[in-house]
């Protein structure tokens, strides 16, 4: 039997709300009734639909996680200037739009990732998978940066990449606990002007 379709709203107007709604308040924190009424749908029209809660996350995550990157891309097509550069002005740019709207937070995959522990091995999965696909990403530009000679070389561009993931994150969750945005301020600087960039006899790649 097929599924039917919630009324009023389409799949990606519902996906969307899903997506502010676990940004704001986590997975854990994000009840199904909080769902339902921003939604606009009944209980039955939400699990004909997407057959749960969990279900419905695991589907804001594959669905914002392409947009994100694509809106990463085309924004950061527009810039000029070395490639470490346009990066450090991609992450100015995400920090100032955490000031513009109090619905963008933080990144839904860093607020999903502290609850992996309790989490279903399918939601595991999507995380793990969604943030594979970001590190890859960030590792090809740790490469593009090595070439240009902007970033250090002693270490290999994926390890690079990490270092960039888990010191934001880590930023991220300093934000959230001291309610403000310097933390991220610190965490692009430390990055990228004592971190990642060359090293006193750093090899050449």
């Not at 963008?104 to 992996?116: F, K, P, T």
Request: proline share 5%; charged share 25%; net charge negative.
């Amino acid at each position: 039997m097929s599924r039917g379709r919630p009324p009023t709203h389409s799949r990606e107007e519902l996906l969307e709300i899903g997506n502010t709604l676990f940004q704001l308040h986590g997975y854990h924190g994000t009840s199904l009734s909080m769902i339902l009424d921003a939604c606009g749908v009944s209980r039955g029209s939400f699990y004909n639909y997407f057959g749960g809660k969990e279900h419905f996350a695991i589907e804001v995550i594959e669905h914002y996680h392409p947009l994100e990157i694509d809106r990463w891309n085309s924004e950061f097509a527009q810039l000029e200037g070395s490639h470490a550069a346009k990066l450090e002005r991609m992450m100015h740019k995400l920090i100032e739009e955490f000031s513009m709207s109090h619905e963008r937070i933080g990144c839904l995959l860093a607020n999903l990732s502290g609850e992996m522990a309790l989490a279903s091995q399918a939601f595991r999965d999507a995380i793990r998978n969604a943030i594979q696909r970001v590190i890859h990403a960030i590792t090809e530009d740790m490469r593009l940066c090595q070439e240009e000679g902007s970033v250090r070389t002693d270490l290999k561009p994926e390890q690079l990449a990490w270092l960039l993931w888990d010191y934001w994150q880590g930023a991220l969750l300093r934000m959230k606990t001291e309610n403000n945005r310097e933390p991220l301020y610190q965490a692009v600087d430390m990055l990228w002007h004592r971190l990642l960039p060359p090293q006193p006899d750093s090899p050449t790649p």
